[in-house]
């Protein structure tokens, strides 16, 4: 791989290890109050993520010479399948929506990043196919983010429902640009080398999930342990 990629991926490493540790210290410094969940979870997402750049570094979760083309990282949708669905989840908490529904998006999310993986996989042209079915996925999360989660977060107190709504955009403003830069990279359209499309995974990886869980656990313990509750206030 090239020292660019190498680069990237080190950079990777280092922000979800920061992250980790960061959340890792807030969560035992809240150990047994309500609300600590959240740098709990915090801390599991970005110690998965530092993992699996971490073996991406060490080309274990890597494909050399994929299809004779270009180099293949199969690590991160490893990383995704386990942690988007875990940043779905804090949201629809958060929201006091329905466990069921929550449970629901959550699947959607798995089928999204799944559906992904048989698109990077795939030639060309039936790679667009599977993409357009995970962009619809996507676009169902989407829609139950704006509606259902949005609906339940309004009738939350207005402290809960700020934060609500400061993670919701983050995360949609965030994840809109990871379909953008598949169809860019080397799997879709081939418009921008790896380096570049390792670049821009990684700034956005550690702004949905370092950036994502400082905005949450800098929240005050009273307002996560009242939104960790599933009482509507
Ligand atoms: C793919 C390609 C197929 C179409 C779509 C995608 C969406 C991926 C997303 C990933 C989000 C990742 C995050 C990682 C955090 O570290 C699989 C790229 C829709 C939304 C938030």
């Not at 629809?92 to 069921?100: E, M, Q, V």
Request: glycine share 10%.
């Amino acid at each position: 791989m090239s020292s660019g990629t190498q680069l990237w991926l080190w950079i990777g490493f280092v922000g979800m290890a920061f992250g980790s540790i960061v959340f890792g210290l807030k969560a035992a410094a809240q150990h047994r109050k309500e609300g600590m969940e959240f740098a709990l979870v915090s801390f599991f997402i970005t110690l998965w993520a530092a993992a699996m750049y971490l073996s991406m570094l060490l080309g274990e979760t890597v494909l050399f010479n994929f299809k004779g083309q270009h180099t293949l990282f199969w690590g991160r949708y490893l990383d995704w399948v386990i942690t988007t669905p875990l940043l779905v989840m804090d949201l629809g908490i958060i929201a006091g929506a329905r466990p069921k529904l929550i449970a629901g998006v959550m699947a959607a999310d798995v089928f999204m990043i799944v559906t992904g993986v048989i698109a990077t996989l795939e030639g060309s042209p039936t790679n667009y196919l599977w993409y357009v079915i995970s962009c619809g996925a996507f676009l169902a999360i989407l829609g139950a983010l704006l509606t259902e989660f949005s609906v339940a977060a309004h009738r939350r107190n207005g402290k809960i429902n700020r934060l609500f709504q400061k993670l919701r955009n983050t995360l949609i403003v965030l994840w809109f640009c990871y379909p953008i830069v598949w169809i860019l990279g080397e799997e879709g359209l081939g418009i921008v080398n790896v380096a570049v499309e390792t670049a821009c995974y990684a700034i956005l990886d550690l702004c949905a999930k370092v950036g994502y869980g400082f905005i949450l656990t800098s929240t005050s313990l009273d307002v996560l342990a009242q939104a960790s509750g599933l009482r509507q206030d």
